[in-house]
């Protein structure tokens, strides 16, 4: 790379760095291209990005980010996995560590969300997750769940004055 090339990927690393809610760093080293296209495919899928990283360069960009607090381990081939959606972010986890299942080639090493470290056993927490829609549905259920009981206590006494009354009507009607 020309030195301009090179000001131009710290660039657009910084850029990158500035607006992301998560990132994990990944070694890569033994997957093959269609392994590593097949991965960015899936990952596109849910509004995250990878891209292989030079180390140096990525030292440069991450000043005063969130990144930085992976400086330790950026160390060897490493591949940065990136959202810029917090709610994307354990849907993205979730595509990482099945990967990584399939493909033991891949190992998760670190990542940061919301300016917080995290291991790659924290990962694996983050993908296990449910989705936003999920959380939203399960928090609104909860929410209706008391005021349905309580509008049903409120319609069971005029319910039950109106089974009392019919009951009297067929009484009645049954004697004359």
């Known amino acids: 790379m020309t030195k301009k090339e090179k000001e131009k990927e710290v660039e657009f690393l910084r850029n990158q760095f500035n607006s992301i809610a ?27 990005g990878a ?3 030079k180390n140096t360069l990525v030292r440069l960009a991450y000043k005063d980010t ?16 990136w959202t810029e959606s917090e709610d994307a972010a354990p849907a993205m986890a979730k595509v990482l560590v099945e990967f990584a299942k399939n ?5 998760l090493v670190s ?5 917080r470290k995290m291991s790659s056993n924290d990962v694996e927490t983050l993908s ?7 959380l939203l549905g399960r928090l609104l259920g909860g929410m ?18 109106l089974n009392v009354l019919n009951a009297i009507k067929e009484q009645k009607e049954a004697t004359s």
Do not use: C, W
């Not at 760093?25 to 991965?39: C, I, K, Q, S, W």
């Not at 493909?103 to 190992?107: A, C, D, R, V």
């Not at 296990?128 to 999920?134: D, M, Q, T």
């Not at 209706?144 to 004055?161: D, H, K, M, Q, Y």
């Open 51 to 53: 891209r292989v990283i």
């Open 66 to 81: 969130d990144v930085a607090l992976l400086e330790e381990d950026i160390v060897g081939p490493r591949a940065a996995v």
């Open 111 to 115: 990542g940061v969300v919301k300016g």
């Open 144 to 161: 209706i769940g008391p005021v349905g009981a309580f509008v049903n206590t409120l319609a069971a006494v005029p319910r039950s004055l």
């Open 103 to 107: 493909h033991p080639n891949l190992e």
């Open 22 to 48: 998560a990132l994990v760093l990944t070694d890569y080293r033994g997957l093959t291209v269609a392994e590593m296209t097949e991965l960015r495919g899936k990952l596109r899928q849910e509004q995250a």
């Open 128 to 134: 296990k997750l449910p989705s936003r829609e999920v």
